[in-house]
């Protein structure tokens, strides 16, 4: 089945650590993206990467990094650097419909900080 | 940047139809509208788009007004199932912002 996937479902983290979060897509899509969802929130656009070996910040891109050197793999590193990390993190990839694209959301992984 | 306003919070009755409103009174002329749902503890779920005409598809319809500064989206028969956040976007390709979006509940 085509897809994205996403992982951990669930992550914990001591403060002052780096983690990794993992987001793998089949779809053959060309763009990815990263949005963070605190509590009661919509989504905010962490990173955002239209094609392999570019990427650009989105609104909140301040203690976050990115890679993207396989089309099917865009994986978020969260800094310590990062003041207020705890929250459910999304991966999208999209597929361009004219001029306009449909996103497709992975699952998603909880990160605590403890 | 262009933004969207919805209520918070919306009920319907089971097998009833639904329409969640959207303002967008700054939307430019190359923006599209999406509309995207999100279950609880889940990604969000394409719902449906369009740009001046009205849309349709198996999910919903989306009612776009003339001047586009509002637009709705319809869901026929409301079941549990439909009980998500919906989120109203205006997409250009390369920006996007959710909002808050309306929580919808059903009542059986």
Redesign the interface.
Known sequence: DGG?TQSPKYLFRKEGQNVTLSCEQNLNHDAM?W?RQDP??????IYYSQIVNDFQKGDIAEGYSVSREKKESFPLTVTSAQKNPTA?Y?C?SSI?QG??????????T?LTVL | DAKTTQPNSMESNEEEPVHLPCNHSTISG?D?I?W?RQLP??????VI?G?TSNVNNRMASLAIAEDRKSSTLILHRATLRDAAVY?CIL???DK??????TRLHILP
């Open positions: 994205i993206y949005y009661g929130q919509g989504l905010r656009l459910f999304l999208a361009r001029r306009t694209d449909t996103q497709y959301f992975g699952p998603g909880r | 190359t599209y999406h995207y503890s889940q990604g969000p779920e394409y788009h740009l989120y997409r250009d390709y996007i912002i959710f909002g808050k979006g």
